[in-house]
């Protein structure tokens, strides 16, 4: 009850108005990760009451600046943000892609049971990834330097398609080591229950 609670207030906060069942199922996500956290070491958080702000709000941020219908969570790792996001947007299509064996079990079991229909999981290192149909938002949570993460996936984006990749203290540095070619805009982020600096980085490619 205290987890639903913290969801509901923090969605609240976050002005996110999900349905009951997607927070029924956010918080049936945040179940079989803690359950599979204590064989796999998928995340660093180990209490559920600490997974609500550094997981499931933390990934819901960036709602939205999604653009579909296509999305790719790049390094999705233990399926964050991007099972969250399919819980909220069951509209969008989310492609889940990470090159760590145990991560991707974890992520295709909980899609499973979760009973998501807008999730495909792939296991591949990002820049040997080459699908039929390119994406609309590519998302990175906690991936790689914004330079190195455009170098290996800037061929998977859509003509008309953008990056966003979640920060943590304004990345000026590693902004200034982006080339020409892209269009920058970044948004500072509040997380609820979550006391640390949070930004967003919007990428357009300009050509």
Not at 32 to 61: C, F, G
Not at 97 to 119: I, P, W, Y
Not at 120 to 142: C, G, S
Not at 149 to 164: E, I, Y
Request: glycine share 6%; hydrophobic share 45%; net charge positive.
């Amino acid at each position: 009850m205290k987890l639903e609670k913290r969801l509901q207030q923090g969605l609240r906060d976050l002005g996110l108005d999900l349905t009951v069942p997607a927070r029924e199922q956010l918080l049936n996500f945040l179940g079989l990760l803690e359950k599979w956290n204590r064989t796999y070491n998928l995340t660093a958080v180990r209490d559920p009451e600490q997974m609500v702000p550094r997981h499931l709000l933390d990934s819901l941020t960036v709602l939205p600046y999604l653009q579909g219908p296509q999305v790719l969570d790049i390094g999705t790792g233990a399926g964050l943000p991007g099972i969250p996001l399919a819980l909220a947007r069951p509209d969008l299509e989310f492609t889940l892609l990470d090159s760590n064996a145990k991560k991707t079990r974890f992520v295709t079991q909980a899609v499973h049971e979760l009973g998501l229909k807008n999730v495909v999981v792939v296991q591949e290192r990002v820049e040997k990834f080459h699908p039929e149909k390119k994406f609309d938002t590519l998302i990175a949570r906690a991936f790689a330097s914004i330079p190195d993460m455009l170098a290996a996936s800037r061929h998977l984006c859509a003509p008309r398609g953008r990056f966003l990749v979640m920060k943590g203290v304004f990345p000026q540095e590693e902004l200034a080591a982006v080339t020409d070619g892209y269009r920058a805009e970044v948004k500072a982020l509040h997380i609820p229950g979550l006391d640390a600096a949070r930004h967003v980085v919007i990428l357009a490619p300009t050509n």
